[in-house]
């Protein structure tokens, strides 16, 4: 059985790498955050700083922001070239298992995610600081590990959470229709209105973990947990959709 899991992961690997789109948001990840990170920190990055009322912590890891676009993306697109021309089909004549091509594709979809999740992190962090002059922090710094760790676990998140709607919903199109504005937007107009209750959903409790001290009832690593049992149920009902429909 290991021998067979670790032929369906390496075929995922092959998967992955062979498709432009897919294999493009995964390094639009890394990409988009750490040219946000630049230009932002090199034109306003000091003058951001003087701002009292800032956070310091949350504003390095800004750009993360503009990657979690992509990790959504690279989710969405690593599942739904499944469901084009008939690749489910075929794929599951090589593994007729479900549930072992399930776990299979979302743990190399999630292990990839983390892995660029984390270099992005820590980079974005590391390159923003070398603009900021006397407004610098320093990674050895209180609490400044734990968020560069939990921003490349947030991203890997939402990559597991756009996969697992992905599944559900067989089209990456309708994943990011339905998820870049309900980030971009529909989250900022439901936290105005909603309070509290708002700190509940999938990026705002994730990015708790990105701030020095997390305002309201969550804290950093509960906000992470919060967003991993989002994915987790995405993760679920899409292996739920694969298992009932028909390939």
Known sequence: MTTSMTAVLH????????VRAVAGSLIA??????FVTVFVASTIGQAEADNTGGDLLFSAFYALNFGQIAAISFGATALSSEFLNGALRISLTAVP?????YVAKMAMVGGLALVVGLIT?????????????EYAIRLEEPDVLRAAIGGGVYLALMALFAAGLTAVL?????VLSLLIPFILIVSFVVGDLAGGVAQYLPDRAGQLVLQAHPEGSLGPWTGLAVTAGWAGAALVAGWWALWKRDA
């Open 29 to 34: 990840v890394f990409a988009a955050t750490l």
């Open 121 to 133: 992190s820590f980079s974005t962090f590391l390159v923003g600081q070398l603009f900021m002059g």
């Open 97 to 101: 298992s479900r549930s072992r091509f």
């Open 11 to 18: 075929s995922e690997w092959i998967k992955i790498n062979s």
């Open 170 to 174: 067989r089209s990456a199109i309708a």
